[in-house]
Nanobody, 114 residues
Framework: QVQLVESGGGFVQAGGSLRLSCAASGSISNNVMGWYRQTPGKQRDLVATITSGGNANYADSVKGRCTISRDNAKNTVYLQMNSLKPEDTAVYYC?????????WGQGTQVTVSS
């Protein structure tokens, strides 16, 4: 098992930036890691994923504005979000895919004001 703890969320004005962090309790170097987001009453949607080799994939809604990265030595994954929009407001969750078993963090709230 692995525990994931997100941090870095907060309140920001439109056009601003935030950097989310996800710290894992164990090694994630061989795992696909991801960021998802969810608003009340809606499903949890993919934001970005990154493979163990560093290949990243992004949702169309965040392409060009977000960058996912990882530091395996620190067991940490990051999501740099720029040019934030009010529609980016959501709870952001970190995800680890450990050989088909999915683990989730508790989430961090991001609120973008117009």
């Amino acid at each position: 098992q692995v525990q994931l703890v997100e941090s870095g969320g907060g309140f920001v004005q439109a056009g601003g930036s935030l950097r989310l962090s996800c710290a894992a309790s164990g090694s994630i170097s061989n795992n696909v890691m991801g960021w998802y987001r969810q608003t009340p009453g809606k499903q949890r949607d993919l934001v970005a994923t990154i493979t163990s080799g560093g290949n990243a994939n992004y949702a169309d809604s965040v392409k060009g504005r977000c960058t996912i990265s990882r530091d395996n030595a620190k067991n940490t994954v990051y999501l740099q979000m720029n040019s934030l929009k009010p529609e980016d407001t959501a709870v952001y969750y970190c995800n680890a895919n450990r050989w088909g078993v999915l683990y989730w963090g508790q989430g961090t709230q991001v609120t973008v004001s117009s």
